[in-house]
């Protein structure tokens, strides 16, 4: 079964810090690539970061450049996302996804979610002021 497991979420005051992590089950995690999106009340869908850990390539979305780390453990079938300096405004349910190839452009906000493969169930990160 082609599986992703997000864990990592919570309530962390503004300044604090958190690390998500995506566990993939039943595909080649090298053949993929791993994306993280959020999602506030009442909000669209907005990717986060993204990963090709084949290729060593990242992205990251300007709201969140500087303050979030994306990384991935081979080994473990697990991406990382460190999340420090958190705001209110990062509030919301985190996301991974993976699809061999259309991951990338739907992080960028150029693509529609539904064409990922695979999505994980989403975990709550709540930051207070």
């Known amino acids: 079964e082609v599986q992703l497991v997000e864990s990592g979420g919570g309530l962390v005051q503004a300044g604090g810090s958190l690390r998500l992590s995506c566990a993939a089950s039943?595909?080649?995690?090298?053949?993929?690539?791993i994306g993280w999106f959020r999602q506030a009340p009442g909000q669209e869908r907005e990717g986060v970061s993204y990963i090709r850990s084949s290729a060593g390539s990242t992205y990251y979305a300007d709201s969140v450049k500087g303050r979030f780390t994306i990384s991935s453990d081979s080994a473990k079938n697990t991406v990382y996302l460190q999340m420090n300096s958190l705001k209110p405004e990062d509030t919301g349910v985190y996301y991974c996804?993976?699809?061999?190839?259309?991951?990338?452009?739907?992080?960028?906000?150029?693509?529609?979610?539904?064409?990922?493969?695979?999505w994980g169930q989403g975990t709550l990160v709540t930051v207070s002021s």
């Open positions: 996804a993976a699809d061999e190839a259309l991951v990338l452009p739907v992080v960028a906000g150029m693509g529609d979610p539904k064409w990922l493969e695979v």
């Open positions: 039943g595909f080649i995690f090298d053949d993929y690539a």
